[in-house]
């Protein structure tokens, strides 16, 4: 522990402003004086927001949600519905880049007495503009707009079906949007951002040159989302495309008419990025208090903490890295101490000298963020419930004890498949295949579930969901196997998984971490050789004894490792199968239970045709102990044995979109939220996920794996580098995977992939604009520049096809597909190679479509198509009939 330190923190020296802790004194005095501060809080699930107006809260109407002054200051309460009808509740106080101080102090007074009101259970984030935590924004999925001026100031928030608006939003932003209000002028625009000029009754959006299809969208959704809330669906949407504004005629009259002539060049793009502010150390963690007006600051630890550090009578501040500061208040803490925790953290921000806009969090015991938790390398929360299965450590190998599941319940209920990591009861067909001379080769059945520290195997497992055939390919990698093999391992799944057009699940197996439906598929008889290999023809070296440890209670959760045949290779808890050349000892720990045993003496007719003697703990003959070299002390204590937290899933976005590989953490995620450019990662803790967006690019993807790795590596809690990684691709999603996201709509991706395949007006034909689940507009003046969502990008134009085999393309010129000529997708489509038009190519049809059939047939463009991953083109190529 360091020796203890006191830094004082920065008050204000000028004499014309008010000092922090006197304003905090009149807000309390003021608030005290108030006590209907908070009569108006409701304690119903859903979103409640707040301005600071006169050093009152008023009341922000819900048609107004997302729209921030700048010159303001707000609270935000988020209550949430947790399962099991327990609610929790989120406390942001937003800071406007020019609010005042008087301002800022009163929403802090404000929060942490509702946080009191609340019971002391919410969260409590500060928000400064522009660097907004995920859990703000994640309200917010449209995004949000910054406003000039404040309601000190005159200004007022949104009236519905108000047209007297005249204003210019610079967007930006890919997932995290923000609007902010800029100079109506040509000059606020650049080539690599989008900018809505809004008119009231219409609103134009400009597209720069640079800016990509996701911000397209996210910019076209905040149109409508304007037009919806604040103009009642009446207000017409246009789009232009920068360095292209001659094909919409119309709407650059309204640019030209309200920001004069457009200036040959514009401004270059801006960065999206915001700079990392997090510093090179460690996750630490604080004891803060306050010593006759000094801020005291007493380091505790350093990653990795255990949660055992925090004493029920204090506060404390863990500092991650910089990039945010977290206090915890103790359950005993003084009144004192719980209501200054806020303004601690401030002051422990400026004695650090970190940024002013860095994240602040105040929770208290027993309501910890998931963020907070996943910071310790375990924790239990009080009155946990152990869920569908209890997991124990001991030593270096996971026990589960799971209880008996009904597979149709697992298919209707994915969270629950979720929970157990189990896709099913893995009744399922299983083919396996060793690495031999770096190719496959098929294994005997009969040595199935027996795996070798030498070798490296690919496991096919078939199942079928809802009719459909489902596949997951497991990669288990032996300690000992050579990086040759290892890398010959991938390769060979990489091929098992194009066979099948990409459907498979693909789980890297790291030895020894085996994860649960791994261990279910082989029936209580999986069985891990330390070294050697399990190839024909070759004699492993002899050894005078083997011990192996058995686990498991059941034939869903049961294997059996080799560990080191020394007495310290002993646990109390479990059962163990000593092999001599003459003998087999069964030995049953003090812990261990009657269905331990069951399955010992199961697993070990697999591993020894000799005769078995059972051998209770404290009974063991002499002949046992020579075997094993000796006595000696082993694991005994029953403190060995403990819970295996629970830990709530975080979700990260994987992107190279912005020139730079990203991650970004997703908060209050759902379907909707995964990227389809792009790779996203699901940590659940026991297993990590790789979503892979049909449309995201191989880079992203090696990136993604590479980051996952340092994420595990780096992680403050300590996590174990080999924590299964589990590679999922865009609509082919097991179970496991979608019970994490409410409501998970299987069809979401073919519905998507329809739209694109029929992009036709919304209404019919009538030209409308409507935002999903909104009204639809009238059709307006120009209906060709105010287009349906699914179709505001340009689409490439092309003749009308003639009815002759032959493209009328073909006759003129030559495509970006590289080949002379182009046929009819009649002459292509479902076609054997004897079928096809002389010179065709019979594996690479898509070659012999015009830009128009390409498009129209495999429902994206010819350079997108060229982007995807080799099993997402075959797929698509397959469903389009020309695989």
Not at 209 to 215: A, F, G, K
Not at 393 to 418: C, Q, S, T, W, Y
Request: proline share 5%; hydrophobic share 35%; charged share 25%.
């Amino acid at each position: 522990m360091e020796a203890k330190s006191e830094l004082r923190s920065e008050r204000s020296k000028e004499p014309a402003r008010t000092s922090p802790r006197q304003s905090q004194d009149k807000f309390s005095r003021m608030m005290n004086e108030n006590n209907n501060a908070f009569k108006n809080v409701r304690r119903k699930p859903g979103l409640q927001i707040w301005t600071v107006n006169k050093m009152q809260m008023d009341p922000v109407p819900p048609q107004a949600f997302g729209n921030f002054f700048e010159g303001d200051c707000y609270i935000v309460l988020y209550i949430s519905e947790n399962k099991g009808s327990r609610q929790s509740a989120d406390i942001h106080y937003w800071v406007g880049r020019t609010s005042s101080q008087d301002e800022q102090g009163a929403a802090a007074i404000y929060v942490t007495q509702l946080d009191e009101y609340l019971g002391g259970s919410p969260v409590q984030y500060r928000e400064v503009q522009g660097y907004e935590s995920p859990r703000f924004r994640s309200y917010f999925k449209n995004g949000l707009i910054y406003k000039k001026g404040g309601v000190a100031s005159g200004f007022n928030h949104v009236e519905t079906n108000a047209y007297n608006v005249l204003r210019l939003l610079h967007v930006k932003g890919r997932r995290d949007v923000t609007a902010t209000e800029v100079e109506v002028s040509w000059s606020s625009f650049n080539k690599g951002d989008i900018f809505l000029l809004d008119i009231g009754k219409a609103i134009v959006q400009w597209n720069g040159p640079q800016s990509n299809r996701r911000e397209k969208l996210k910019a076209v959704l905040l149109a409508q989302d304007i037009r919806d809330r604040e103009r009642g669906g009446r207000a017409q949407i246009g789009v232009v495309e920068g360095g292209d504004e001659r094909s919409s005629p119309e709407l650059m009259k309204v640019l030209t008419t309200v920001l004069g002539p457009k200036p040959a060049q514009l401004k270059e793009a801006t960065s999206d990025d915001v700079p990392d502010s997090a510093q090179q150390n460690s996750v630490r963690l604080y004891h803060i208090y306050d010593n006759s007006g000094n801020l005291v600051i007493q380091e505790v630890a350093k990653q990795p903490l255990t949660q055992d550090l925090l004493k029920s009578s204090d506060c404390f501040i863990l500092d991650n890295k910089g990039s945010s500061v977290m206090v915890w208040k103790g359950k005993k803490a003084s009144k004192e101490e719980r209501q200054g925790a806020m303004n601690r953290a401030l002051s422990y921000i400026k004695a650090k000298k970190y940024p002013a806009s860095t994240t602040v969090e105040v929770m208290a015991e027993g309501a910890e963020s998931a963020v907070f938790k996943h910071l310790f390398k375990s924790w239990t929360d009080r009155d946990q419930t152990q869920g569908l299965g209890t997991t124990h450590n001991v030593g270096k190998i996971a026990k589960v004890d799971n209880g008996k599941f009904d597979v149709m319940e697992l298919h209707a209920r994915p969270e629950l498949a979720a929970q157990y990591r189990m896709v099913d009861d893995a009744s399922g067909d299983v083919k396996v295949w060793c690495i031999e001379n770096l190719e496959l080769a098929e294994i005997d059945p009969k040595t199935y579930g027996q795996f070798y520290g030498g070798d490296c195997y690919l496991v096919l497992y078939s199942y079928k969901r809802a009719g459909q055939q489902q596949y997951i390919l497991y990669m288990w990698q032996g300690r000992h196997a050579t990086s040759d093999e290892i890398a010959a391992s991938a390769f060979q799944a990489v091929n098992i998984d194009n066979k099948y057009n990409g459907a498979p699940v693909q789980v890297r197996v790291v030895m020894g971490k085996e994860p649960r439906h791994f261990l279910a598929i082989f029936k209580g008889k999986l069985i891990i050789f330390e070294g050697g290999t399990g190839r024909p023809g070759v004699v492993n070296p002899a050894k005078d004894a083997r011990l192996f440890q058995v686990r498991g209670t059941n034939e869903l959760n049961t294997k059996a490792t080799e560990v080191v045949a020394r007495a310290a290779s002993l646990s109390s808890n479990d059962v163990f199968l000593l092999k001599t050349d003459n003998i087999s000892y069964l030995w049953y720990g003090k812990g261990c239970n009657g269905d331990e045993r069951e399955m010992g003496k199961a697993i070990s007719n697999v591993l020894s045709r000799h005769e078995k003697r059972v051998v209770m703990e404290g009974q063991e003959p002499a002949e046992f102990w020579i075997a094993l070299g000796g006595k000696g002390s082993y694991a005994s204590d029953r403190r060995f044995e403990r819970e295996e937290p629970l830990h709530s899933p975080r979700l990260f976005e994987c992107s190279n979109q912005t020139g730079r590989f990203k991650i970004t953490e997703v908060d209050d995620f759902a379907q909707c939220d995964l990227d389809e450019d792009d790779v996203m990662l699901l940590d659940t803790w026991e297993e990590l996920f790789l979503w892979i967006g049909n449309s995201s690019y191989e880079y992203e993807t090696k990136e993604a794996l590479n980051s996952t790795q340092d994420y595990l590596r780096t992680h403050p809690a300590g996590r174990d580098p080999d924590t299964p990684i589990v590679f999922v691709k865009q609509g082919y999603e097991p179970p496991t995977f979608t019970g994490w996201f409410n409501a998970w709509d299987p069809h979401k991706w073919s519905d998507l992939q329809n739209t694109k395949l029929n992009k036709t007006p919304v209404g019919g034909g009538g030209g409308g604009y409507r935002a999903r689940g909104g009204p639809l507009t009238s059709p307006p003046p120009n209906k060709a520049y105010f287009q349906d969502e699914t179709d505001f990008f340009p689409r490439p134009s092309s003749p009308t096809r003639p009815q002759s085999g032959m493209s009328s393309s073909s006759a003129s010129s030559m495509s970006s597909s590289g080949v002379g000529k182009f046929f009819d997708p009649e002459l292509l489509v479902n076609k054997t190679p004897d079928e096809l038009p002389e010179g065709v190519d019979p594996t690479q049809k898509e070659d012999y479509l015009s830009d128009l059939d390409f498009e129209n047939l495999l429902g994206t463009t010819r350079a997108d198509f060229r982007r995807l991953p080799k099993w997402r083109q075959n797929d698509l190529k397959k469903k389009a009939g020309i695989f």
